[in-house]
């Protein structure tokens, strides 16, 4: 876990321990790494996870990330990452808060976020981009407004909820991004125990394994409280149309926090 001693505001922790059983269900041997502010991280961990927290602790983790150049490069060449709301943002080249202060993101992905003047808060329902996923689900809280560069293709599609915030030049609008090793999205969940499809994805991307179905009643059961009767288009919902569940944040101060979003884990197949 990265820094679970500053970070942690929407348990997104749990897409570690989601991870590590679907692994050990297969028979493949996974330990979770807890790394504080106070320890060198490896740079060897197969899988590197970041979660949610406020606009200071979103701030700190990109500058203790920044120390560690060896971390930032397995982060995006030889190991697979999850980064979720803040985390997405700190993987990016930017991130600018309300009072229009810009600070440096890792530079990992073509994605720049701004401070918005609503918030979005609510159920997200995408078309995922990666070809067998599916369907994802979540819920968003946050104020930023993302875009992506072109050649950067978003995670999902949204068919209900806001996203990145911002459409293509159809009007189609994305959530989070997409590389071969890096994964990011606003959807908290936590992500991977709502999208188990997309958890096997990161499993067989880090491991170079196959990942046989599992038999799970409990499973079926989230995914249909959350899934639609009725399958949207696969390229989403026009941003003219779609559904926004959003909070105008100068009317509701105090009610939702300011934050942005950033805690993690690592995970590191066991010897």
Request: net charge positive.
């Amino acid at each position: 876990m990265l820094l679970p001693d500053v970070l942690g505001t929407y348990s997104d922790a749990g897409n570690a321990l989601i991870l590590a059983q679907r692994a050990r269900w297969r028979g493949v041997r996974t330990r979770v790494l807890d790394i504080t502010a106070t320890t060198v991280p490896p740079a060897s961990c197969d899988i590197y996870l970041l979660g949610g927290g406020e606009d200071g602790a979103q701030v700190f983790a990109a500058d203790w990330l920044a120390r560690y150049p060896a971390l930032r490069h397995a982060m995006s060449t030889t190991a697979v990452t999850l980064a979720v709301c803040a985390g997405l943002q700190i993987l990016g080249q930017s991130m600018s808060d309300r009072t229009g202060h810009t600070y440096s993101g890792l530079g990992l992905l073509d994605f720049t976020t701004i401070a918005g003047r609503r918030r979005a808060v609510g159920e997200v329902l995408s078309t995922c981009t990666i070809p067998g996923v599916g369907q994802l689900t979540g819920f968003e809280n946050h104020q930023g407004i993302s875009t992506t560069g072109d050649d950067l293709p978003p995670l999902g599609w949204v068919t209900r909820g806001v996203g990145n915030g911002t459409a293509d030049r159809s009007g189609h609008r994305g959530d989070g991004a997409c590389t071969g090793r890096i994964i990011g999205t606003y959807l908290h969940g936590p992500v991977l125990a709502r999208n188990p499809a997309l958890a096997d994805h990161i499993l067989k991307q880090a491991t170079g394994q196959p990942m046989p179905p599992l038999d799970l009643p409990d499973q079926r059961a989230v995914r249909r409280t959350y899934l639609p009767t009725r399958h949207p288009t696969s390229r989403g919902t026009p941003a003219t149309d779609a559904r926004i569940s959003s909070v105008d944040v100068s009317q509701h101060r105090g009610v939702v926090d300011s934050g942005s979003d950033l805690a993690g884990k690592t995970i590191r197949r066991a010897p």
